[in-house]
């Protein structure tokens, strides 16, 4: 039970961030002259982000997947008059496709208001949730103890006061830092607060050389910034006009937003995404790749070197002729080195946070769990009691995504992202450190077609890190599963389109 949508989806949240800007949105007017807010208009310390030239009125996009239309995009920033000038940004995403054969749809919304002043605090935001995954609003505010206070809203349930954290570092030209970069002829670095799970990321844009580029039958110069985020790690390259227009951004080399008037940016083709996005094998695994303990070997090409990383469950050698071997094991933890509950995570803590959408600590997750264990004191069984729990209890369904533990436990529906999502929850809530694993399993679909698709399971911290997969009741997850990173975070648009299994051994 695969699916390609929450991976895609919610890294390009983060990523949309980057592309605030404000060309004209009216398909039939001519674009307006591209400058920034009058200079009397300007507060005497307003920020670049003001000043870097841009057309006015908010600025439409088309997402594209492999050339193949998924989805829009909306950004715009102006300047908030008033006796303290503010900023306000406005991101919207909207993307829509067919998943197999479930239509699927997430529209992610967010607005946030900065000091107009250079270096201008982040001071409050809107994030608004509707679709797959879930709906829900959060408002956040920054308290004037230097706190950023965050109220979460769901229909359905009483409004929650998160804990408070320490208040966001992203400044107002982060909102913007490719117009801010191109302004200045330098590089620009700043932070993110991601609206997903409210954590903050590094953020930096570099100048690159101006590129020319045909757009409407002419040639023309354009500017090139490149930005990196610390939570994808994709370089997102910006093309801006002399002018301020942003024109193209790419998202690594399968995923581009292109410049559409806003009639043309909505109109979208249903795309079916499995097909577009899983690898084709020349032939099928060998059966040996499905035993505990088991191995299986594979020769491929257009694999990264960020996504080589050797663990006790993949290893790779380089090839001659610049490919690479892979091979993957699976193995169950060894009895001498399993421990009894809690555990200490050997990552200092990360694996045992209750977050925005792990939510370890809510009473229902914590309540359920323990009736899960129950009196089991060996970490290792606790935890295949859990992969076994939620293995039989959720039902198998690609229509009822969340992005939350507690809306998994309450509908006990979902797919791979789901099933994980709930037993990360449950096994953080015993004291087991825990953490999602993103990557491609092996599956022979209803065409027949041996082939990768993308997925989600679970790695545990039993005295030793084991993996095992809920969605198919795998107390070990077999070696069929290749990983490309943890907690939603392996950004995948660069594989696809580019990863090829060229030999099966």
């Known amino acids: 039970m695969t699916r390609t949508l929450r991976p895609m989806s919610l890294a390009l949240v983060a990523l949309c961030a980057l592309l605030t800007g404000a060309p004209s949105a009216k398909a039939a007017a001519p674009a307006k002259a591209a400058a920034p807010a009058k200079a009397a208009s300007l507060p005497a310390d307003a920020s670049d982000v003001l000043k870097a030239p841009r057309p006015q009125g908010g600025e439409f996009f088309g997402l594209y997947l492999m050339d193949k239309k998924v989805g829009w995009l909306f950004t715009d920033l102006v300047l908030v008059p008033g006796a303290v000038p503010q900023v306000k940004s406005v991101n919207q995403l909207v993307f829509k496709a067919l998943v197999g054969t479930r239509l699927s749809e997430r529209n992610h919304r967010e607005e946030r208001v900065y000091e107009a002043k250079a270096g201008g605090r982040l001071l409050s935001f809107t994030v608004t949730q509707r679709g797959d995954g879930g709906d829900q609003t959060l408002e956040g505010t920054t308290t004037p103890d230097g706190k950023l206070r965050v109220v979460r809203k769901r229909v359905g349930y009483a ?17 913007d830092q490719a117009r801010v970069a191109l302004f200045r002829k330098a590089k620009v670095e700043g932070f993110s607060l991601d609206g997903m799970d409210l954590e903050t990321y590094g953020l930096s844009t570099m100048v690159e050389a101006p590129e020319q580029r045909t757009l409407n039958g002419v040639k023309v110069k354009l500017g090139k910034a490149s930005s990196l985020s610390q939570k994808e790690k994709v370089p997102v390259d910006s093309y801006v006009t002399q002018r301020g227009e942003m024109v193209l951004v790419d998202f690594g080399k399968t995923m581009q937003a292109r410049k559409e008037t806003e009639a043309v940016a909505k109109r979208m083709d249903l ?60 193995a169950a933890p060894a009895t001498a080195n399993r421990k009894p509950l809690p555990l200490t995570d050997p990552d200092g803590g990360e694996n045992l946070k209750s977050t925005l959408m792990v939510e370890s600590d809510a009473p229902a997750i914590r309540e359920q769990s323990k009736k899960i264990i129950g009196d089991e004191k060996d970490a290792y069984r606790a935890a295949q009691k859990v992969n076994t729990w939620v293995a039989t209890h959720l039902e198998k369904d690609y229509g009822a995504s969340a992005d939350r533990a507690t809306d998994v436990l309450r509908q006990k529906r979902g797919d791979c992202t789901e099933h994980s999502l709930l037993s990360v929850a449950l096994l953080r809530a015993a004291g087991i450190p825990a953490r999602r694993v993103d990557g491609v399993i092996y599956m022979v679909n209803q065409d027949g077609v041996p082939a990768l698709y993308w997925h989600e399971w679970v790695e545990a911290f039993v005295g030793e890190w084991t993996q095992m997969d809920p969605t198919f009741n795998q107390p070990v997850a077999d070696a069929t599963h290749f990983a490309f990173g943890y907690e939603g975070n392996a950004e995948i648009t660069p594989l696809i389109g580019t990863l090829k299994v060229v030999e099966v051994k």
């Open 159 to 175: 409004d929650e006061v998160l804990p408070l954290q320490p208040a966001p570092k992203e400044h107002v030209e982060d909102a």
């Open 271 to 330: 795309v079916e995404v499995f097909g577009l996005t899983r690898v084709v094998l020349p032939k099928p695994l060998p059966e040996a790749a499905r035993a505990v303990p088991g191995s299986v070997n594979l020769v491929v090409q257009g694999l990264p070197m960020k996504f080589r990383v050797e663990t006790y469950r993949q290893k790779f050698m380089t090839r001659p002729d610049g490919g690479v071997n892979v091979t993957l094991l699976a």
